[in-house]
């Protein structure tokens, strides 16, 4: 079985400052990553994928994701951070079967 | 832009109760997914829907959980005697093929 580790449950940070969002996977196999977003008292949004291909993954909002299979890391990243950025995070990985493994989620908070 | 939408957003019921929690997906997909998250906690994979049937499901759908596709549009995922520890987000989710899932709002269920 996979397994996903976001170990900073909680990221500060100011606004217009850069942010990385760490998530690290478990897997003997090919795996498939995402990210998803969760704005208070909504449902989970797409921030972006990686299936194949480029290991630098842009997604919607000015976020990107950087896939390293050595590391077995697929950290997020935006450069300038906005308010309205503050929501939950969630990295998620699958190994091409129709299950999605979740990490516990990031809850990234911007300060004006 | 189409969604998954789901009914309805809030449901609390008596334990012991059945309850059914409703989902619509977008029209042209085909794979169907019920996840749970309790309150603070990672987002939970419950089950996979394809083709008429259950194609992968987690430890935590037993026997009390069942999911079903009563028409060409809704997807309704039904607990058959709720107990407290059910209480929890639960969100559908579907996608065309596969490489990334598109999830609903959410119903909060609260088992009283």
């Known amino acids: 079985a996979q397994s996903v580790t976001q170990l900073d449950s909680q990221v500060p940070v100011f606004e217009e400052a850069p942010v990385e969002l760490r998530c690290n996977y478990s897997s003997s196999v090919s795996v498939y990553l995402f990210w998803y977003v969760q704005y208070p008292n909504q449902g989970l949004q797409l921030l972006l994928k990686y299936l194949s291909g480029s290991t630098l993954v842009k997604g919607i909002n000015g976020f990107e994701a950087e896939f390293n299979k050595s590391q077995t890391s697929f950290h997020l990243r935006k450069p300038s951070v906005h308010i309205s950025d503050t929501a939950e995070y969630f990295c998620?990985?699958?190994?091409?079967?129709?299950?999605?493994?979740f990490g516990t989620g990031t809850s990234l908070t911007v300060i004006p | 832009e189409p969604e998954v939408t789901q009914t309805p957003s809030h449901q609390v019921t008596q334990m012991g109760q059945e309850v059914i929690l409703r989902c619509v997906p977008i029209?042209?997909?085909?794979?169907f997914y019920w996840y749970r998250q309790i309150l603070g906690q990672k987002v939970e994979f419950l089950v996979s829907?394809?083709?008429?049937?259950?194609?992968?499901k987690s430890e935590i759908f037993d026997d009390q959980f069942s999911v079903e596709r009563p028409d060409g549009s809704n997807f309704t995922l039904k607990i058959r005697s709720t107990k407290l520890e059910d209480s929890a987000m639960y969100f559908c989710?579907?996608?065309?093929?596969?490489?990334?899932?598109?999830f609903g709002p959410g119903t909060r269920l609260t088992v009283l």
């Open positions: 998620a990985v699958s190994d091409g079967g129709n299950q999605f493994y």
């Open positions: 989710a579907s996608n065309a093929r596969w490489g990334g899932q598109f």
């Open positions: 029209s042209n997909h085909l794979y």
């Open positions: 829907f394809y083709n008429n049937e259950i194609s992968e």
